[in-house]
Antibody, heavy 127, light 107 residues
């Protein structure tokens, strides 16, 4: 069974740094991409970026490029997202997710990263 | 930027059919996916590749696609279906995009 277990809730002050984690189990951690999704209070889902733990290849959403850094430690099957200097506007629930490989109508293989979700990590940034 | 537009809310009586649309401003030739999110919970996938249903998802959930609009249909709505629903696709640059979300209320 695929499981993603995220680190616990965090309360931080503006300007502080933070690193949250997502530990995978029940699947091949190094060959499945892990995505991160933000959900601000009362708002919708926003894709932040995606990382391939096998070689740490990372793609960021243009909206999050330069704002966060994603990483992965395949030895402990854990992915991370970190902030160097938090802002109040970073207050949100953050989810990690992974998925499955599929084939399209032409037979080409592609990965969809949102089949399985972690429980979420609530980050609160307040002075 | 690529946008997926959903109605903010849909209300339906138990046993009736709920239809949630998701309109794209362009046709990227990508599949659509649907997620259900209940308060305080992580989203769960209910439809993938436009119309496929993951194992464990009730048959009353179905998906369809026509032109630049995809639709999630919940037939015979039950009280437990009350939730927020999001569509999702990929734009031409490979950016994953979520729809604006629809709150389904079971009257």
């Amino acid at each position: 069974e695929v499981q993603l277990v995220q680190s616990g809730a965090e309360v931080k002050k503006p300007g502080e740094s933070l690193k949250i984690s997502c530990k995978g189990s029940g699947y091949s951690f190094t060959t499945y991409w892990i995505a991160w999704v933000r959900q601000m209070p009362g708002k919708g889902l926003e894709w932040m970026g995606i990382i391939y733990p096998g070689d740490s290849d990372t793609r960021y959403s243009p909206s999050f490029q330069g704002q966060v850094t994603m990483s992965a430690d395949k030895s402990i099957k854990t992915a991370y997202v970190q902030w160097r200097s938090l802002k109040a506007s970073d207050t949100a629930m953050y989810y990690c997710a992974t998925g499955e490989y599929y084939h399209d109508s032409r037979g080409s293989k592609f990965f969809h990263p949102f089949d399985y979700w972690g429980q979420g990590t609530l980050v609160t940034v307040s002075s | 930027s690529y946008e997926l537009t959903q109605p903010p809310s849909v209300s339906v009586s138990p046993g009736q059919t709920a239809r949630i649309t998701c309109s794209a401003d362009a046709l990227p030739n990508q599949y659509a996916y649907w997620f259900q999110q209940k308060p305080g919970q992580a989203p769960i996938l209910v439809i993938y590749k436009d119309s496929e249903r993951p194992s464990g998802i009730p048959e009353r959930f179905s998906g369809s696609s026509s032109g630049t609009t995809v639709t999630l249909t919940i037939s015979g709505v039950q009280a437990e279906d009350e939730a927020d629903y999001y569509c999702q696709s990929v734009d031409s640059s490979g950016t994953y995009v979520f729809g604006t979300g629809t709150k389904v209320t079971v009257l």
